[in-house]
């Protein structure tokens, strides 16, 4: 076992007695970026119109997995990303609602633990700023899981100009500051900008320290509301009248000339629920323009924001001793807000805080090219995230790889580059074994993943992949079976060619689900 292993242990174990043990040699920096809704093709690395120059330069100095995944929705994701375990593990397969058993309580399990938690415990200064959401109750929040600074949201969304609530049920936005409660009432500043400078603010104050850090930095963009400064919206009004179809076409296209989709791949057909851009009148063509810019806006500004935090490691002298993951907790929306009743509706100037609406399923379409569904489902579109990661002189600059990983992953990796192993057990309480492996091989090249096995549920869409197998069916529907290598947009369903395929992988999933606690949705909704 490695030395920081057993440091780490000893701690876990309680066996130090108040003493504390440093490594004789700084370990790496780790930043986690995560956003937010965000589709597998909106950055210009991945096929998207929207400029992300910093993104697409991590992209272009580090490494891209096209075959990364998701958990399918916000709380399920953020729960495998921090714990590497699946989301019914730890304790969170649905939202923040307990559900009434283990795997649907709705916050973070005590046989769970966070990267924070188990860095903390080998001196790492831990910091989160932005969405939290992974459960209300106390044990669950940021700084009881291992953040020494943290500046959190706990809800799902939120205006990005201020506080006020955005739902008609009597839920409020919740804003934590170390773990107390604080109001955003001053309009002028975006709340994109806001966790951006928490985050910064953060590195500075921890230019002199010996330690390394983790930071865990978590957008709400590109969330509904649809809200961004207005110079911002401008310098995407009237670049998408050519329609969601055409802006479909392209980024494919672009995508084939990047390699981050197979050549042989087709597209996915169009949204069979959405309008036809060329049946739309002239002032109706103006709206759906304008929610898509609102919308790439967003994107822009997260971006910028990524690059100040960049900027910020540089100027503390830790660009060359930092690793940085950015991914996406799911697909693009099918949110359609303007018809929940239990939605807030504001129609004042589109982007603004005076306004709450969504991208809707057209758009979202789009920002899940080449693949199909969203958000929700288990579909490639609603799993499938964007990866990169940047390591300067660890990290090979311009790889992309199709190797297969999932935000279980992301615990381990960070574990490995600590060189810290997973323990047992934790405060006394026994931990669930990791579900995720380390990336840190694959990234570094120094080996390949074998052949994963993964599997997902939410709210009855159910998925698996094996190998290039994907068995895949959404709530009350027969299974689909696809093969990802010649046929990951999911174009030709070959479940009633192979049922004997069909069922072999039907037995890992049900093996699994059980192990894991699923539950019928129609029995728990």
Excluded at 213 to 239: M, N, S
């Amino acid at each position: 076992m490695k030395l920081a292993a057993v440091w780490l242990g000893l701690l876990m174990a309680g066996h130090l007695h108040g003493q504390s043990l440093k490594p004789a040699q700084k370990a790496p920096n780790i930043i986690v970026i995560l956003a937010d809704d965000l589709g597998f093709s909106d950055l210009g690395c991945f096929g998207s119109e929207i400029n992300t120059p910093h993104l697409d330069r991590l992209a272009r100095e580090g490494m891209k997995l096209t075959s990364f995944y998701n958990s399918g929705r916000c709380c399920p994701s953020r729960a495998a990303l921090l714990t590497g375990l699946y989301p019914h593990q730890a304790g969170i397969g649905d939202m923040v609602q307990d559900k009434g058993s283990p795997a649907y309580q709705g916050y973070l399990r005590e046989s769970s633990a966070t990267i924070a938690q188990l860095l903390k415990a080998a001196h790492y200064n831990t910091i989160v700023s932005g969405k939290w959401h992974v459960g209300l109750v106390p044990s669950a929040l940021a700084h009881n899981r291992g953040f020494d600074r943290s500046f959190t949201m706990l809800n799902n969304g939120s205006s990005y100009f201020n506080s006020e609530p955005i739902y008609n049920d009597g839920r409020t936005v919740t804003f934590l500051l170390n773990g107390e409660k604080t109001e955003r009432q001053d309009t002028s500043r975006y709340l994109t900008q806001a966790i951006t400078d928490f985050a910064v603010k953060s590195l500075e104050e921890l230019r002199s320290s010996p330690d390394p850090f983790f930071l865990y930095v978590t957008y709400t963009a590109p969330h509904w509301p649809i809200q961004a400064l207005p110079e911002d919206i401008a310098r995407y009004q009237g670049k998408y009248m050519q329609g969601w179809d055409a802006l479909r076409r392209a980024r494919f296209a672009k995508q084939k000339q990047l390699g981050i989709v197979d050549k042989s791949w087709q597209l996915s057909p169009r949204y069979s629920g959405g309008k036809e851009w060329e049946k739309l009148d002239a002032s109706a063509r103006d709206l759906w323009d304008t929610r898509m810019a609102i919308y790439a806006a967003m994107i822009d500004r997260m971006d910028r924001g990524i690059g100040d935090i960049l900027m910020k490691l540089k100027d503390i002298g830790q660009d060359k001793n930092t690793l940085v993951i950015f991914v996406s907790d799911n697909g693009g929306s099918a949110d359609t807000v303007k018809e929940w009743a239990y939605v807030r509706q504001k129609n004042g100037a589109p982007g603004s805080a005076a306004s709450i609406d969504s991208y809707y399923p057209e758009w979202g379409n789009a920002s899940n090219t080449p693949f199909s569904l969203f958000k929700k489902n288990t579909h490639e579109g609603g799993i499938a995230s964007p990866f990169i990661a940047w390591f300067p002189g660890r990290i090979k600059a311009g790889n992309s790889g199709t190797q297969v990983g999932h935000l279980i992953d992301l615990m381990p990796t960070c574990l490995d580059w600590a060189g810290l192993s997973y323990p047992a057990e934790l405060h006394g309480k026994k931990l669930t074994p990791l579900s995720g492996k380390s990336l840190k091989p694959v990234l570094t090249g120094s080996a390949a993943t074998p052949a994963r096995t993964l599997f997902w549920e939410h709210e009855g869409s159910r998925a698996m992949r094996s190998g290039d197998w994907k068995l895949v069916a959404e709530i009350h529907q027969p299974w689909e079976l696809y093969n990802l290598k010649t046929d990951r947009t999911e174009t030709r369903n070959l479940a009633g060619k192979y049922p004997g395929k069909v069922k072999e992988l039907e037995i890992q999933y049900l093996k699994w689900a059980k192990e894991v606690g699923v539950v019928d949705w129609d029995l728990i909704k």
